[in-house]
C-alpha cells in the first residue's frame, strides 16, 4: 500500500510517500524558516498562505521523482492537529479533495502520534511498550506505550513546551527565530557558570514546568555583563538545566513502568546534548533508547506518511469532512489493536 503523508500543522510544508512492505520511498519539505525570521517568530496566517502556495508542486515533484503516478497512491495521511488552524486546513483540504478525486481513503493523523513513531522509519524500531518523551515546539510529553493508539499519559508540561523554552530563551538573548537550534550552537561556546534550577525534579511526579528556568536565565543574563561570554555561558546553563531535567524525569518513568525502552522524538530531540543526557542515562538504566534521524525529529512528512499507513491497513479512514483540530488531546486517539 502506497501512502501520501502530508505535514502542514505549522511552519514546514513537507510531503513523503511510504509504502508498507518497502518502507520510505520518498520525501521532501520546504521550511518556512527564512519566512518568518523577519518577524522573530511563526506569523499564523503567512504559514498558510505559504502552504497553499508550496503544497501542491511539492507533491507534484514527489511523485515525478518517485516515478508514481495517482493510480498508484493506495491512500492518504494528513495532519489534522494539534497545530495552526489555517495551516492545518490547508493540508486537510488539500487532502481530502485529492482522496476524493483519486477515489482512495484519507486519514487524519495526529501530529504527536506522527513524532511518536517516526523512529520506527530507522533501522532498529523499537518494540512495543516503550516509554515516549515527546519534545516538540508546542508539546512536552511522557507517555506510556503500549501499541498504536494506546497511550497512557504519565507527564507533561504544565506550562511552556520544552522547544517553546528553547525558543523563548533564544529570544532573550538576542538570538532570534528558530530559537533552539540557535542556542544549542551558542551552548557549544559556553560553560555552565552557575547552576540553574531543575524544574520540579525535588518532587515526585512526571510532570514538568520550564516557565521558571526561562525567568531564571532572563534574570542571570540582566545580572551579567551581557557579552558574548555570558551569552554562550547563560545558554550552556540552561541546555545543561533542560537536558539534566527530561534525563531525571525519563529515569523516573523507566523506573516507575517498569519499561526498558525509551523513544525519544519531536524537534528539541535533535538536540545533540540532550540526546546525550538521556543516552548515559539509558545506558545506566540498562535500557534502550530510540531516537529519529537527525531530520525527521523536526516536522516532516514522512512520519505522517508512516502513521497514517498503520491506521489505514487496520481499517481506519475519515469521512467525506475536511477533519482538523487545533487542540486534540492524544489520549482521545483510538488503538488500532486489542
Ligand atoms: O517538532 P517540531 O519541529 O515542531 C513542533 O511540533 O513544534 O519542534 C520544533 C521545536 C522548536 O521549538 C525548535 O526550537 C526546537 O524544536 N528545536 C530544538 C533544536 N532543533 C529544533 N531545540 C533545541 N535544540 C535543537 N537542536
Ligand atoms: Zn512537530
Known amino acids: 500500500m502506497y501512502v501520501l503523508g502530508i505535514e502542514t500543522s505549522c511552519d514546514e510544508t513537507a510531503v513523503a510517500i511510504y509504502h508498507s ?41 514527489l511523485m515525478q521523482e518517485s516515478r508514481l503516478s495517482s493510480a498508484d497512491i493506495n491512500g492518504i495521511a494528513y495532519t489534522a492537529g494539534p ?18 478525486a483519486w477515489k482512495i481513503p484519507a486519514v487524519a493523523v495526529h501530529h504527536m502520534e506522527g513524532h511518536l513513531l517516526a523512529p520506527m522509519l530507522e533501522e532498529n524500531p523499537p518494540e512495543f511498550p ?17 501499541g498504536i493508539g494506546r497511550y497512557q499519559l504519565l507527564g507533561e508540561s504544565l506550562d511552556d513546551a520544552a522547544g517553546e523554552a528553547f525558543d523563548k530563551t533564544a529570544k532573550m538573548l538576542g538570538l532570534g527565530y528558530p530559537g ?19 524544574p520540579m525534579t ?23 555583563k551581557k557579552t558574548e561570554q555570558d551569552q554562550a555561558d547563560i545558554a550552556a546553563g540552561f541546555q545543561q538545566a533542560v537536558a539534566e531535567t527530561l534525563s531525571i ?17 519531536g524537534g528539541v530531540s535533535a538536540n545533540k546534548q540532550i540526546r546525550a543526557a538521556l543516552t548515559e542515562m539509558t545506558a545506566k ?8 534521524r537527525l531530520e525527521f525529529c523536526t516536522d516532516n512528512g514522512a ?13 481506519q479512514q475519515q469521512g467525506l469532512e475536511i477533519f482538523a483540530r487545533p487542540r486534540w488531546p492524544i489520549s482521545e486517539l483510538s488503538q488500532t489493536t486489542d
Open 83 to 100: 497545530g495552526l488552524m489555517g495551516a492545518l486546513l490547508v493540508g486537510a483540504t488539500t487532502a481530502r479533495s485529492l482522496a476524493w
Open 202 to 224: 525535588d518532587r515526585p511526579g512526571l510532570d514538568f514546568s520550564f516557565s521558571g528556568l526561562k525567568t531564571f536565565t532572563l534574570n542571570t543574563f540582566n545580572a551579567s
Open 249 to 265: 524525569k525519563c529515569k523516573r518513568a523507566l523506573q516507575q513502568t517498569g519499561l526498558k525502552r525509551l523513544v525519544v522524538a
Open 285 to 292: 538504566e540498562q535500557a534502550q533508547i530510540y531516537f529519529p
Open 21 to 61: 512492505e518497502q518502507g520510505l520511498i520518498n520525501h521532501n519539505l520546504h521550511s518556512q524558516v527564512d519566512m518568518h525570521s523577519e518577524y522573530g517568530g511563526v506569523v499564523p496566517e503567512l504559514a498558510s498562505r505559504d502552504h497553499i502556495r508550496k503544497l501542491a508542486p511539492l507533491i507534484k515533484q
Open 303 to 315: 512520519m505522517i506518511a508512516y502513521a497514517g499507513c498503520q491506521r489505514l491497513m487496520a481499517g
Open 130 to 146: 516503550f516509554v515516549a518523551l515527546l519534545i516538540s515546539g508546542g508539546h512536552t510529553l511522557l507517555i506510556q506505550v503500549k
Open 180 to 198: 533552539g537550534p540557535k542556542l544549542s550552537a551558542l551552548a557549544e561556546h559556553g560553560t555552565p557558570q552557575i547552576k540553574f534550577p531543575r
